[in-house]
Each structure stands twice: as structure tokens, then as C-alpha cells.
């Protein structure tokens, strides 16, 4: 019974947090609903048997790259113009009766007039159980077939690290002071030191 | 069955990115965040398929999308903090001045 009503369940989250996501008041809550969609998201790909992708999901997306998001949306200020965004409340009410109440309702009267869906995660059970033979065949695929494309993946990822520092990077300011190690290698002594006769100074 | 459950939730994650991208035209933190969800809708339909025709080209797929949007994140973030050093803000009417 519950694992028969999980799935729905889950899927009525996703669409919850979708929701929430594109009407919250602050950019904030929007960044935390997508995690949330990203959470629920990787619960359903471990139902379907995706479990690396899965823990990356969590592990790269959520941890790293959601994480990133959610600092610089607090570190901007831009809660400033959060109001401005806010759209009428017909609207808002539209949205949500599109995109949630009509699919939900739509679902649950197809379940109540005996369309049975049948659980993902018995098939998995049945299928699969506790063997990792899916897993072989992902590594096999993703470091023999695709071996090329994952280095270039790689690559890729690296190339807008350098790309976001290098934009993000500010210039030198111009009254700084900074060292020159050849400069204060080439000095020489009178240079550092200048002697002034004190008395013809004086009696100028 | 089930999984037209799920791609039926995939859908709406793409109706609601959409949606979301139209009434959040001056947000553009919202609008980066609805592009991810159309990239969670992608690599949603890209598993439910590879799992629906035990092929696992699709499951390859998602780990390119992802990097994909990875990147694109890292880049448009660097780009937001940018234009609000610039502008003090990241509201798209600021861009318009690009018109001339």
C-alpha cells in the first residue's frame, strides 16, 4: 500500500516544488525549492534503477553546483526588486491550477475509476534485486564506448572554471602598492640613501 | 503503467519552466533556475527511457547534460556577479541599455 502510493506521492512533490520554485517572493526560497526538486528527482532515479546518477545528482548538483547558487543569491543583494516580480494573484492562482491541481485531480480520477499503476520499485525488485549487473553495464558504456566524449566532458567542465575566474577576477587598483622583486633587486646603495648637508639645508 | 506518471511529471516540469521564464522576465536568477529544471526535465526523460528500453546510452546521456548544465551555471553566475558589480542589481531592464 505504501509503496504503491509512494510514487504519486513523490511525483506530487516534484510538481509542488516546481511550483513553489517559479512563484516564491524570494530568489532564495526559489534556489531551495529547486534542490528540493533535485532531491525528489534523485529518489525516483534510485527507483528506477539509475543509483550512480542518482548519488551524483546529490552529490555534484546538489552539494556543489545548488550550493554555488544559493551563496551568491545571498551574497547579492536581490531581494531588492523580489516584490516587482510578483505577478497578479489570478494569475498566480492560473498557474498553479495548470501546471498542479489539473494533473493531481486528473490522476487520482484515473486511479479512481480502476486504471492500477503498477510500482516501479516491485519491477525493479523483480528485475534487478540487489545485483549490480546495471552498474557493469553503465561503467562498461561510460569508460569503454564513451571514454573519448567523458575526457572531453572533462575538459569542458574545466575550461568554465578558468572562464569564471578569469571574469570574475578584478584588476589590480591603481593606488596599490605593490612588490617588484626585480626593481628591489636592482637598486644600488646611493640610491636607497641620500645624504643632505643639514647645515647648508639650514642656513639656506 | 507508471511511467507515463513520471513522464507526465517531466512535461510539467517543462510547462512550468516556461511558465516561470514568462512571469519572471526581470528575475534572472529565477530565469537560470527554470533552465535547470528544463535540464531535470531532459535528463528525466533521457532515464525513464533508457530504463523503459533497458538500453543504457540514455543513463550515459544524463551524465553529459549534467555536465552540460553544470557549466552553464558556473559561467552565468560569473556573469550575474559581474553585472552587479556593474549595475548593483541583475534586473534584466538593466540590459536593455545594450540596445543603445
Known amino acids: ?63 556543489a553546483v545548488m550550493t554555488l547558487f544559493l551563496f551568491m543569491v545571498m551574497m547579492l543583494n536581490v531581494s531588492r526588486y523580489a516584490d516587482d516580480a510578483l505577478i497578479s494573484r489570478f494569475y498566480r492562482c492560473l498557474i498553479v491550477l495548470v501546471t498542479f491541481v489539473v494533473p493531481v485531480t486528473g490522476y487520482l480520477c484515473l486511479r479512481l475509476y480502476g486504471m492500477q499503476p503498477v510500482s516501479l520499485i516491485s519491477v525493479m525488485r523483480t528485475e534487478w534485486g540487489l545485483s549490480t549487473a546495471h552498474l557493469v553495464e553503465f561503467s562498461r558504456l561510460l569508460y569503454q564506448t564513451y571514454w573519448m566524449p567523458l575526457q572531453l566532458l572533462a575538459f569542458i ?48 | 503503467m507508471d511511467w507515463i506518471l513520471i513522464i507526465v511529471v517531466s512535461v510539467l516540469f517543462v510547462i512550468t519552466a516556461c511558465v516561470g521564464m514568462i512571469i519572471n522576465q526581470r528575475n534572472l536568477i529565477v530565469m537560470l533556475l527554470c533552465a535547470e529544471l528544463l535540464f531535470l526535465a531532459a535528463n528525466l526523460n533521457f532515464i525513464v527511457f533508457s530504463r523503459l528500453h533497458q538500453d543504457f546510452h540514455g543513463q550515459v546521456m544524463v551524465i553529459f547534460v549534467l555536465a552540460a548544465a553544470a557549466a552553464e551555471s558556473a559561467i552565468a553566475l560569473a556573469l550575474f556577479v559581474l553585472m552587479y558589480r556593474q549595475y548593483h542589481s541583475v534586473d534584466t531592464k538593466l540590459l536593455s541599455n545594450i540596445r543603445g
Not at chain 1, 524570494?26 to 533535485?38: T, Y
Not at chain 1, 532531491?39 to 546538489?62: E, K, N, R
Not at chain 1, 575550461?159 to 593606488?175: E, F, L, N, W, Y
Open chain 1, 1 to 63: 500500500m505504501i509503496l504503491t502510493w509512494f510514487l504519486p506521492l513523490l511525483l506530487l512533490l516534484l510538481a509542488f516544488f516546481a511550483n513553489m520554485m517559479i512563484l516564491a517572493s524570494h530568489p532564495v526560497r526559489s534556489v531551495l525549492a529547486l534542490m528540493g526538486c533535485f532531491l525528489g528527482t534523485s529518489i525516483l532515479w534510485l527507483m528506477m534503477g539509475a543509483d550512480f546518477l542518482a548519488f551524483v545528482l546529490i552529490f555534484v548538483y546538489v552539494g
Open chain 1, 157 to 204: 567542465l574545466m575550461v568554465p572554471m578558468v572562464v569564471a575566474t578569469g571574469i570574475v577576477r578584478r584588476g589590480v587598483p591603481v593606488d596599490a602598492k605593490l612588490q617588484s622583486r626585480s626593481k628591489q633587486v636592482g637598486t644600488h646603495a646611493k640610491d636607497r640613501l641620500t645624504l643632505v648637508n643639514a647645515k647648508k639645508t639650514g642656513s639656506r
